[in-house]
T-cell receptor, first 115, second 114 residues
């Protein structure tokens, strides 16, 4: 069974704190993604990575950074958390195949609240 | 411009009836894939069904089918014989051939009434 594991289900942080969200997958997927989900907006891509140490900005990268030191792990970093980063964060992974039917596998999400 | 449009923020359906969730998309790539995901209140995203742009037939997976109308750029999800457990958010997504990214619509919240 494919597993994408996010380290925390719920997280509460204070404004200005540095926040790390961790994601690990066990399917040897090349691609890993971080999305945030807000009501009425669906899922918006923050960053993705198609290989170790590679990263690409998504649609809303401002205020975030990422790290991929190992193939199975993709970390999302909020350098200085702000209240507008309160959201559900979803990690996902997939194989690297262009134009294929390879679907995304998701973690169970982290609900982050920044006070 | 929004690439995936889901015009129904919320839908209600009676148990055992069929329901159609709308999805329209926008792309100039001739090769793309369309996906539907279900997100129950527990939060996990569950893959339901896939349709490739070159597939001749509409995709089906059990009670789920995809009404693919390529010329109209629509990929509506049809759920037959609705069950209470079908109550969830439903997201339509697209993956174009030249990118690795999946683009999601805003979602439709389906409520199945007993």
């Amino acid at each position: 069974d494919v597993k994408v594991t996010q380290s925390s289900r719920y997280l509460v942080k204070r404004t200005g704190e540095k926040v790390f969200l961790e994601c690990v997958q066990d399917m040897d997927h090349e691609n890993m993604f971080w999305y945030r989900q807000d009501p009425g907006l669906g899922l918006r891509l923050i960053y993705f990575s198609y290989d170790v140490k590679m990263k690409e900005k998504g649609d809303i990268p401002e205020g975030y950074s990422v790290s991929r030191e190992k193939k199975e792990r993709f970390s999302l970093i909020l350098e200085s958390a702000s209240t507008n980063q309160t959201s559900m964060y979803l990690c996902a992974s997939s194989f690297l195949e262009r134009g294929s039917n390879e679907k995304l596998f998701f973690g169970s999400g982290t609900q982050l609240s920044v006070l | 411009a929004q690439k995936i449009t889901q015009t129904q923020p919320g839908m209600f359906v009676q148990e055992k009836e069929a329901v159609t969730l709308d999805c329209t998309y926008d792309t100039s790539d001739p090769s793309y894939g369309l996906f539907w995901y279900k997100q129950p209140s527990s939060g996990e995203m569950i893959f339901l069904i896939y349709q490739g742009s070159y597939d001749q037939q509409n995709a089906t997976e059990g009670r789920y089918s995809l009404n693919f109308q390529k010329a109209r750029k629509s990929a509506n999800l049809v759920i037959s014989a609705s069950q209470l457990g079908d109550s969830a958010m439903y997201f339509c997504a697209m993956r174009e051939s030249y990118g690795q990214n999946f683009v999601f619509g805003p979602g439709t919240r389906l409520s199945v009434l007993p």
